[in-house]
């Protein structure tokens, strides 16, 4: 008997399956809209009305919802600056009729009621926007008054516009507020901010206030007792280096945590700390502060047992490494959150909790409490450079591997002149201590401007925290292979293109700015050596030091300057005479993150004959910017950049010096400023160009 194929029977099963079932009568799905704001703000209104009518989708809206709507469009134009803005709610009918309803802020023409409709547009008439065109102040002497005044409009950029000055009567009473808390914080505790002749045209929307500020004294401390209840010793030497300064609620804190701190670390978690002030009278403008801390310590307590709950596939042991309090010891809330602290570094939770059973008495578990996060997620990747154009890539990411906290990292990046690819497997706090360590496999491919770098080898590094210095240190071991296919150096005669180099890593990197995306303030220090050996089981010896660091400060209001220093230098201790080091460990200084009149390895040395690029074994790099905000967002850059390089190591510091000067405009988003960057060149080369247009994404140093 022949037998039928049974694939077609089963598809069609499967298609059965999978197909929804339908009912006599579809239900409808209820549909709103927001119009009149603009698409991208129709959009972003929409999305967040879908959040507050809960998201899920239903047969009608009711008057109730539809009014609920309306009030959060309402509140969000008033906070924009739009105080008249009013609303039509265009609404269709079950049956299907069409019915049209103005609303305003106050609702006090409600939706008739019963109500429901399958699809409602909010159309929204935002009319004038109200701006703060002047703000002026009387009494005002204890801060500068643009410092006063960025309180109401923000920092004052170059260029200002509506939405940076915009007025509500909410936004200015949190604008009062907030300078008066300054104020306070200055030490000037009984000061007091209130607004005057307020002027609103309702036609133009134009706005004029006045600012009365009473500061009165200053309130400065020139005493402090301590008092002490509940039998426990009193801290020595404690009160000296807290008066002669302004009282002010960050003192009080200050003073209340240092106490706190102190008993903590003897074992009395119910400590007490009530600080309390005795102005005396006022007196050439200052109110002498008599301060009592009265302190009632409660009993001292000892951890009976450490307990950890939530940890489904985390291992218990992992985790008991990372704390350091033991049953018997004295029950120390800071050393305890310390553990806490170390637990959420692992990277694996997305809650933690500390908590005590039971919460009082001189015996008590400690237990920590979390709650695991995501086991895997992928990201894409994206950029684009003058020099490399556009880059995209995948990201592939497993947390929490084996239950022991450990991650690995799988990123491959494309781009118009590169292709590379890095496995990092990470174990964090290493043996129960605060050291990370990582391996990875890497490999490389990219398109330098005269030669082919392909490197691909495998690494083993340790991350060792230094708290007293605010720093980090990297220890590590690479072996890798470096190859400088289709080389077209001046130097390719002689250099070696397949080189197997095996070295040790340091690594140092002390970073004090405030942002490492878009720095405003602060500095950073960094040091890197790479030291080769054939003794390490390469086939080269050389070393590669690299220092660089960056300062950056406000220059007046929305005016920054910054600053950018590094050096290099490659060295060949320890290998025979006249021994050259792989092109690849050589420097190409050009492109945007160096000088900025040359696209990438554009400013590297040229053989004074052919013009044929050199690697340099040393340079020394500056950088100099000063950048001024033209609105919130858009930032214009002047930046002179200079480079120095020397083919011989005779000639360090350096022997050929290029400088570039020019301008540029930033626009500032989540992941860094994107860059459009025209640098001219000073002291061109008879083969280099006049300057070059350079766009990035990302800082420069």
Request: charge should be negative.
């Given at each position: 008997m022949k037998r039928s194929n049974p694939l077609p029977l089963l598809a069609a099963v499967l298609a059965l399956?999978?197909?929804?079932?339908?009912?006599?009568?579809?239900?409808?799905?209820?549909?709103?809209?927001?119009?009149?704001?603009?698409?991208?703000?129709?959009?972003?209104?929409?999305?967040?009305?879908?959040?507050?009518?809960?998201?899920?989708a239903r047969a009608t809206f009711d008057a109730n919802n539809i009014e609920d709507a309306a009030l959060v469009l309402f509140s969000q134009q008033t906070d924009e600056g739009y105080l008249k803005a009013a609303?039509?709610?265009?609404?269709?009918?079950?049956?299907?009729?069409?019915?049209?309803?103005?609303?305003?802020?106050?609702?006090?023409?409600?939706?008739?009621?019963?109500?429901?409709?399958?699809?409602?547009?909010?159309?929204?008439?935002?009319?004038?926007?109200?701006?703060?065109?002047?703000?002026?102040?009387d009494g005002?002497?204890?801060?500068?008054?643009?410092?006063?005044?960025?309180?109401?409009?923000?920092?004052?950029?170059?260029?200002?516009?509506?939405?940076?000055?915009?007025?509500?009567?909410?936004?200015?009473?949190?604008?009062?507020a907030n300078l008066e808390t300054e104020l306070k914080r200055h030490g000037y505790a009984e000061a007091q901010v209130e607004t005057d002749q307020l002027q609103v045209d309702e036609a133009t929307g134009a706005t004029r206030v006045r600012v009365v500020v009473r500061e009165g004294p200053l309130w400065q401390v020139t005493s402090l007792q301590l008092e002490v209840a509940g039998g426990a010793d009193s801290p020595p030497d404690f009160t000296t280096s807290r008066i002669g300064v302004p009282w002010t609620n960050q003192w009080r804190q200050d003073t209340q945590a240092a106490l706190r701190r102190w008993y903590y670390?003897?074992?009395?978690?119910?400590?007490?700390?009530?600080?309390?002030?005795?102005?005396?009278?006022?007196?050439?403008?200052?109110?002498?502060?008599?301060?009592?801390?009265?302190?009632?310590?409660?009993?001292?307590?000892r951890i009976g047992q450490v307990r950890f709950k939530g940890n489904?596939?985390?291992?218990?042991?992992?985790?008991?490494?990372?704390?350091?309090?033991?049953?018997?010891?004295?029950?120390?809330?800071?050393?305890?959150?310390?553990?806490?602290?170390?637990?959420?570094?692992?990277?694996v939770f997305n809650q933690l909790a500390l908590g005590y059973e039971p919460p009082d008495g001189e015996l008590r578990d400690v237990i920590y409490d979390v709650k695991e996060g995501r086991r895997q997620e992928v990201n894409l990747l994206a950029g684009y450079g003058s020099y490399e154009q556009l880059r995209g890539g995948i990201e592939w990411r497993h947390y929490n591997l084996f239950g022991r906290a450990h991650s690995s990292d799988l990123q491959l990046v494309q781009s118009m002149k590169s292709s590379q690819g890095t496995y990092t497997y990470t174990v964090p706090e290493l043996f129960g201590t605060t050291v990370d360590g990582t391996a990875r496999i890497f490999g490389l491919r990219r398109e330098e401007l005269a030669f082919e770098r392909q490197e691909y080898g495998?690494?083993?590094?340790?991350?060792?925290?230094?708290?007293?210095?605010?720093?980090?240190?990297?220890?590590?071991?690479?072996?890798?292979?470096?190859?400088?296919?289709?080389?077209?150096?001046?130097?390719?005669?002689?250099?070696?293109?397949?080189?197997?180099?095996?070295?040790i890593d340091l690594g140092f990197v002390k970073d004090k700015r405030d942002s490492s995306l878009q720095p405003h303030r602060g500095y950073k220090v960094a040091l890197r050596i790479e030291a080769a050996s054939k003794a390490l089981g390469g086939e080269v010896d050389y070393q590669q030091v690299i220092f660089s660091s960056s300062w950056h400060k406000n220059w007046g209001r929305s005016r920054w300057i910054h600053v950018g220093l590094s050096q290099?230098?490659?060295?060949?201790?320890?290998?025979?005479?006249?021994?050259q080091p792989p092109v690849n460990v050589l420097f190409y200084p050009g492109g945007d993150g160096s000088i900025r009149g040359y696209q990438n390895d554009e400013a590297a040395p040229r053989n004074p004959i052919t013009g044929e690029f050199v690697g340099a074994k040393t340079?020394?790099?500056?950088?100099?910017?000063?950048?001024?905000?033209?609105?919130?967002?858009?930032?214009?850059?002047?930046?002179?950049?200079?480079?120095?390089?020397?083919?011989?190591?005779?000639?360090?510091?350096?022997?050929?010096?290029?400088?570039?000067?020019?301008?540029?405009l930033r626009y500032n988003t989540v992941i860094g400023p994107i860059r459009l960057e025209y640098g001219h060149n000073l002291n061109p080369r008879p083969l280099d160009p006049s300057g070059t247009l350079l766009f990035s994404i990302g800082y420069p140093f």
């Open positions: 399956a999978t197909t929804p079932v339908r009912s006599a009568e579809t239900a409808p799905h209820a549909e709103f809209h927001v119009a009149g704001l603009g698409w991208p703000d129709n959009r972003l209104a929409h999305d967040t009305l879908q959040v507050l009518l809960g998201g899920k609303i039509t709610v265009d609404l269709k009918l079950p049956d299907g009729r069409t019915a049209s309803y103005p609303l305003d802020a106050r609702l006090e023409h409600p939706l008739p009621r019963p109500l429901e409709a399958v699809d409602v547009t909010l159309r929204v008439e935002r009319g004038v926007r109200f701006v703060l065109q002047e703000v002026a102040f005002l002497r204890a801060l500068p008054e643009p410092e006063a005044r960025s309180f109401f409009v923000g920092e004052s950029p170059l260029i200002t516009s509506a939405a940076d000055r915009l007025y509500s009567p909410g936004r200015l009473a949190r604008s009062v670390e003897r074992g009395y978690p119910d400590v007490q700390v009530r600080v309390n002030p005795v102005a005396a009278p006022a007196a050439d403008g200052r109110r002498d502060v008599t301060v009592t801390a009265a302190i009632v310590s409660g009993p001292q307590v489904t596939h985390t291992r218990e042991k992992v985790m008991r490494e990372l704390v350091s309090s033991r049953p018997g010891d004295l029950l120390d809330p800071t050393k305890l959150d310390d553990g806490l602290s170390r637990l959420s570094r692992l990277g495998a690494s083993a590094t340790l991350l060792w925290p230094l708290p007293a210095w605010g720093a980090t240190l990297t220890t590590g071991y690479t072996y890798q292979n470096l190859d400088s296919s289709d080389n077209e150096l001046a130097t390719r005669n002689f250099d070696e293109s397949d080189t197997k180099a095996s070295s290099g230098v490659v060295l060949t201790l320890g290998a025979p005479e006249g021994s340079y020394t790099q500056f950088n100099f910017e000063l950048e001024q905000a033209v609105t919130r967002k858009w930032t214009v850059v002047a930046f002179f950049d200079a480079v120095g390089t020397a083919v011989r190591l005779e000639d360090y510091p350096f022997s050929e010096k290029l400088y570039s000067a020019g301008l540029g």
